[in-house]
């Protein structure tokens, strides 16, 4: 499988390609599993390094993270293994003979619990966005378990992610055995909510900065992952802050002054820590930074506390900018979802 092994360096991939989702409204992502035959009912035991079709179709609110997979292994107890999961945007029908155009978005290693019994192997964690994918899930060191497909056996699906299966091969992209095989499994996933969410206008300063805020992720009640909220573009050595509102509920935009920029918060707003945007005078290189976490732990009766999963946070950035309305300027604002 020397072949497979130089495939995977060349396109391992951390997350899968956004492609177009089907005309259906997205719903929300809530489970953690989806099976397929349960318990497993194999008919049919593949050769070492073959390999099982199918398509995977997304279509939820945010995309999820694939954390890892059960198989039935054809191979007996104890037999240790490699798992390469191969995708391709569209589905997998008509390009079973070739890996071209196919990425491996996540590997995996096992050891076989035994025919029609699952296996687990925790594979490399991937991002998969929303549209539909075809799936082949390639074995080296052993061979799978499946069942023949008969019309009935063959579609799976929780809300939001489902499955249609699919076919079987005995070599490493070598075609397809003739007639329907329905891959023995489940797919182990957590749910992604999807990215701090930017609105409203930004100002354009003095110095034709243009402010734009962004965070590395929503925040956590817990505390438990870091969580900063930055604003760029901002005037450099101005004095500046981030302020917060928890309900925009009705709220609409207003004017700043008499300038270009808008309060995208409704009161009432908790100011956090003001401080130096840094860069220099002039210029557009001024950065406000929020470490969410540290300024929540260091004030446990701010705005908000305490936050709990699914709570909002609608956040915006201020800062000195002498010569335009009111002195000062603001960026465009975000909202985030406090996650638990």
Not at 126 to 142: E, K
């Amino acid at each position: 499988m020397n072949h497979i092994r130089s495939a995977v360096r060349a396109v391992l991939a951390p997350s899968l390609l956004a492609v177009a989702a089907s005309a259906a409204p997205q719903v929300p992502c809530n489970g953690t599993e989806l099976a397929t035959v349960s318990p497993y009912a194999a008919t049919h035991v593949g050769a070492v390094g073959g390999a099982m079709y199918f398509n995977m179709t997304l279509n939820m609110l945010s995309g999820l993270r694939m954390r890892g997979i059960e198989l039935n292994i054809g191979s007996p107890a104890g037999t240790p293994f490699n798992l390469y999961v191969y995708a391709r945007p569209g589905g997998w029908n008509g390009f079973e003979n070739s890996s071209s155009g196919w990425v491996i978005p996540t590997v995996g290693q096992g050891i076989s619990a035994g025919p029609g019994q699952p296996t687990f192997v925790d594979v490399t964690d991937v991002t998969v966005l929303n549209g539909t994918w075809g799936v082949s899930l390639v074995l080296s060191g052993a061979s799978h378990a499946y069942s023949a497909g008969n019309g009935t056996n063959q579609n799976f699906s929780t809300p939001g992610l489902s499955l249609s299966l699919g076919s079987a091969g005995d070599a490493f992209f070598g075609g397809v055995l003739p007639g329907a095989y329905v891959w023995n499994g489940k797919l182990l996933f957590e749910c992604t909510p999807p990215a701090p969410m930017p609105y409203c206008t930004a100002g354009i300063t003095t110095n034709m900065c243009s402010p734009f805020i962004w965070a590395n992720r929503h925040p956590s009640a817990s505390l438990s992952s870091a969580c900063y909220v930055q604003v760029e573009n901002v005037e450099g050595m101005k004095q500046g802050l981030l302020f917060y509102g928890l309900n925009n509920t009705g709220f609409t935009p207003s004017i700043w002054g008499s300038g270009v920029s808008y309060l995208c918060v409704k009161s009432p707003t908790q100011r956090t820590w003001a401080h130096n945007s840094g860069g220099s005078l002039d210029n557009c290189d001024g950065t406000l930074l929020l470490d969410w976490n540290a300024y929540q732990s260091s004030h446990p009766s701010a705005l908000g506390q305490p936050f709990a999963p699914g709570d909002s946070v609608f956040i915006q950035g201020w800062f000195r900018d002498p010569a335009a309305s009111k002195s000062t300027n603001l960026s465009n604002a975000l909202m985030l979802r406090v996650q638990p």
